[in-house]
């Protein structure tokens, strides 16, 4: 945001600060003894070991931290604001970057995700009138939570484009996210492996995502427009470049009769602002310069990153916004991808 401001695109006119979600509406998804264990970890900074094991909370890569059930409430009540202008045609676009955490579950944190802000939003979408909601993922993970979340429920289209073979690939040993993954007959994966690049993405959002989106007809559409997925991520071994992200949200804009566009995972600082900027820019019709102006440069050179990446850090993660494209051939693989993604809506 401080990146957007800098750039001109940010001002009191099209932003609205995020209200805290209430207990009772992280209840419409979340467990309240979950909740209630949350609010507990922030206050005294750890939990008893049963609650702990329980809901997953200070283990399983979940760690305890200040602000921990504050900032994720945030995010929700970002999403539950924003599903309230969209369905009631105060806005027509949206972008929340502070929500996305797909891996959270009712009773139990998963992935870094305390709250499951998509799946309380688009819950939310529907309790303000929309029918059907598509929802697109693209972060370097599987959605799973999202997925789960919405398995009985077909008023709602989950569409995630992840990594083949990363967590949380192998839950139970069943094959979730694997594109034989239906969740109860709804859902599509397309698992896609390292390499993944940009003609690659637009390849996927041309040949299967646009169809199966169209098909639904949704009356809104969530996008998970996590950052992990690009070149610079550490946590990943796709590779786009950040202007392939961006097509994808412009096709999708173009697209959607409503749009939330959300954040996700994302684990170098430098290219998620430079990212999630250039999807706000995207979203407003903004040109992307090709050399920032001081002030934007200067918020990116304030931002301290202690990463390995970070000792040999590429000028053009300061100087600009856009990356270099990664163009590269569409490999058959993803063809097939798309080929198979399409037959499920011809059968
Ligand atoms: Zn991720």
């Not at 139970?172 to 994966?189: E, H, K, L, M, T």
């Not at 749009?259 to 040109?287: E, F, H, K, Q």
């Not at 100087?319 to 051939?329: C, E, F, I, R």
């Amino acid at each position: 945001m401080d990146l957007c401001r800098a750039l001109g695109w940010l001002d009191d006119s099209n932003f609205i600060d995020s209200p805290q979600a209430a207990t009772a509406d992280l209840a419409r998804f979340h467990d309240p003894l979950y909740i209630n264990a949350v609010k507990a970890a922030e206050r005294d900074g750890t939990l008893p070991d049963d609650a702990a094991q329980r809901h997953h909370i200070g283990v399983n890569g979940n760690p305890i931290f200040d602000g921990m059930f504050q900032r994720p409430a945030t995010a929700c009540g970002g999403g539950l604001l924003a599903a309230r202008l969209l369905m009631s045609n105060q806005a027509k676009i949206i972008h929340a970057p502070g929500g996305g955490q797909h891996h959270g579950r009712s009773d139990r944190a998963s992935g870094f995700c305390f709250f499951n802000e998509p799946a309380l939003t688009i819950l939310a979408m529907m309790e303000h009138g929309a029918d059907r909601v598509f929802y697109l993922d693209l972060d370097a993970h599987h959605g799973d939570g999202v997925q789960d979340a919405f398995d009985d429920d077909d008023r709602v289209l989950t569409v995630s484009i992840h990594e083949a073979g990363r967590w949380p690939m192998a839950r139970d040993g069943g094959g979730i996210g694997d594109v034989s993954d239906r969740a109860g007959g709804q859902a599509r994966n397309l698992p896609v492996s390292a390499g993944f690049n940009d003609h690659e993405l637009e390849y996927l959002m041309e040949a299967a995502v646009l169809p199966l989106l169209a098909d639904f007809a949704p009356d809104a559409v969530y996008l998970q427009a996590g950052a992990d997925a690009l070149g610079d991520d550490p946590q990943s071994k796709l590779a786009l470049s950040n202007l392939a992200i961006w097509r994808a949200v412009a096709t999708v804009r173009d697209a959607a009769p409503r749009l939330l566009v959300a954040g996700g995972g994302g684990y170098n600082p430098y290219s998620v602002g430079r990212c999630w900027a250039g999807i706000w820019a995207t979203l407003c019709g903004n040109a992307v310069p090709e050399a920032l102006p001081h002030a934007a440069e200067a918020c990116l050179r304030d931002v301290v990153w202690h990463h390995r990446l970070a000792r040999n850090a590429p000028e053009h993660w300061f100087t600009t916004l856009a990356d270099l494209p990664n163009a590269g051939p569409v490999r058959d693989e993803i063809k097939h991808l798309a080929r198979i993604t399409l037959a499920t809506l011809e059968s």
